[in-house]
């Protein structure tokens, strides 16, 4: 039997893991931009969920956040 320590390997390197907690933080401010604009009451309607920041700048965002994360996940570091 041989008594050698086995080192447990990631799956990614530092340097993905750190693209993909910024690629997640990314995503969450996209889906914190898209909240909002709804009434308090039923019967009125609020124009303020077709706003420039809920349409286009938090999907966009979202979007961008995903392709973050595909890119760290697909990030292959050099090894020596």
Wanted: glycine share 10%; proline share 4%; charged share 20%.
């Amino acid at each position: 039997m041989k008594n050698e320590e086995q080192k447990q390997e990631f799956l990614f390197d530092k340097i993905n893991y750190k693209i993909l907690l910024i690629g997640i933080g990314v995503i969450a401010l996209g889906f914190i931009l898209m909240s909002g604009g709804g009434s308090n009451d039923p019967k009125v309607f609020s124009e303020a969920i077709f706003d420039f920041r809920r349409i286009r700048l938090a999907p966009t965002t979202v979007l961008i956040g995903f392709g973050i994360t595909v890119y760290a996940i697909l990030k292959n570091p050099k090894k020596a």
